[in-house]
């Protein structure tokens, strides 16, 4: 079965660096990849798929890559700021079914 | 837009009792989901299903139940409750259609086995 492993468990870094999360996937290659905000006590909520012809992908100041070759996707959180502090999901579909999630990694930014 | 509603917020069992966890939502999404989620871990899949009538396993379905007889509804059932189901358990759906779209969560159940 499809696994997804998040390599690192926490981040902390300074306001204004920019964030580098990884995520990566073992046997096939899904057709997209997503990332997912959670916030303490709260569901996560989304940001941003990358598929898997796509290489980069931008939002405002978040950027994800997908490798297929490297079986990796990596999150970029630029100018990071204190509001930025979360737990931040990788996803992607099993078999092209479920939605599977990774650990997670948790994010702190200090000022 | 209410979106992904999950009933109740809060919930102690004692060992051995039952319940239902509920889940609706509005979007008439094709697909619908129940994770568990214990402390510093991330989600696990429980069931899942991909349309009215049609459910499938997850990674850890053992001591849950789920139906899906409309689109907008998934509960979830827990029967013979244990301590192991202690845990916080969200309910999420999206869209088949490509089966490329976000997926949108419930406000979470606490779920408190004594």
């Known amino acids: 079965s499809q696994k997804i492993e998040q390599n690192s468990e926490a981040l902390n870094i300074q306001e204004g660096k920019t964030a580098t999360l990884t995520c990566n996937y073992t046997?096939?290659?899904?057709?997209?990849l997503q990332w997912y905000r959670q916030d303490p006590g709260r569901g996560p909520v989304f940001l941003l798929l990358?598929?898997?012809?796509?290489k980069e992908k931008r939002k405002e100041r978040l950027k994800v890559t997908f490798d297929t070759t490297l079986k990796q996707s990596l999150f970029h959180i630029t100018a990071s700021q204190p509001a930025d502090s979360a737990t931040y999901l990788c996803?992607?579909?099993?078999?092209?079914?479920?939605?599977?999630f990774g650990k997670g990694t948790t994010l702190s930014v200090s000022s | 837009n209410a979106g992904v509603t999950q009933t109740p917020k809060f919930r102690i069992l004692k060992i051995g009792q039952s319940m239902t966890l509920q889940c609706t939502q509005d979007?008439?999404?094709?697909?619908m989901y129940w994770y568990r989620q214990d402390p510093g871990m991330g989600l696990k899949l429980i069931y899942y299903?991909?349309?009215?009538?049609?459910?499938d396993k997850g990674e850890v379905p053992n001591g849950y139940n789920v139906s899906r007889s409309t689109t907008e509804d998934f509960p979830l059932r827990l029967e013979l409750a244990a301590p192991s189901q202690t845990s916080v358990y969200f309910c999420?759906?999206?869209?088949?259609?490509?089966?490329?779209?976000?997926?949108?969560f419930g406000q979470g159940t606490r779920l408190t086995v004594v």
């Open positions: 046997n096939y290659s899904p057709a997209y």
């Open positions: 996803a992607l579909d099993q078999a092209g079914t479920a939605l599977i």
């Open positions: 999420a759906s999206n869209y088949l259609q490509g089966r490329n779209t976000e997926a949108f």
């Open positions: 990358i598929r898997e012809n796509e």
């Open positions: 979007m008439n999404h094709n697909y």
């Open positions: 299903s991909v349309g009215a009538g049609i459910t």
